[in-house]
């Protein structure tokens, strides 16, 4: 499953096969689908970065085998495509300066759902650069979340579409 994954996500997502990452399939070693390990994060000691990860490098552990390609994509670009590709920069940085009033109460209920039920411990704002709008950025583009026209503006969505486009070129 582990290299499988990995291959199927650099094929079909070409993107994936320029970008300098870690890699590593840890099946029920962490909640959720996989995490995405920035260059500086170290984890904590209950869920410490894991060792094959050099310092200073990204890297991407998977922990359960229904991640998809797609969800691979989606962390590497919005974790960290976002801020070193000049042109994934500028759509995320346009999705940022489109939030409407209704997106940013829905960032805040799901900050607070998220102190309360996985002890969330960062302030507003951490959470927000770190967690909140990566994973809204990647709720449409990247098949995450249901019913995104109830989530995300026409506009929006026409712009994940494009963005799309752009990481699907080059596609065998």
Not at 62 to 71: A, C, E, F, L
Not at 134 to 139: L, M, N, Q, T
């Amino acid at each position: 499953m582990s290299d499988i994954l990995l291959k199927t996500a650099q094929e079909q997502y070409p993107i994936l096969r320029d970008v300098p990452f870690n890699y590593k399939y840890n099946p029920s070693g962490g909640d959720g689908f996989l995490e995405f390990w920035p260059a500086d994060e170290s984890g904590t000691p209950d869920r410490p970065r894991p060792a094959e990860f050099p310092p200073g490098q990204v890297g991407v552990e998977v922990y359960n085998p229904n991640t998809r390609p797609i969800d691979i994509l989606g962390d590497v670009v919005s974790h960290h495509l976002v801020k070193t590709d000049p042109t994934l920069k500028g759509f995320y940085d346009a999705f940022k300066g489109s939030l409407t009033q209704g997106q940013k109460s829905i960032l805040q209920r799901q900050y607070f759902a998220a102190q309360k039920e996985y002890g969330e411990e960062r302030n507003f704002y951490d959470w927000l650069d770190s967690s909140g709008l990566p994973a809204y950025f990647r709720g449409y583009a990247f098949k995450q979340w249901d019913n995104p026209e109830q989530l995300y503006t026409p506009g929006q969505m026409r712009m994940f579409d494009q963005m799309m486009q752009h990481l699907t070129k080059g596609r065998e």
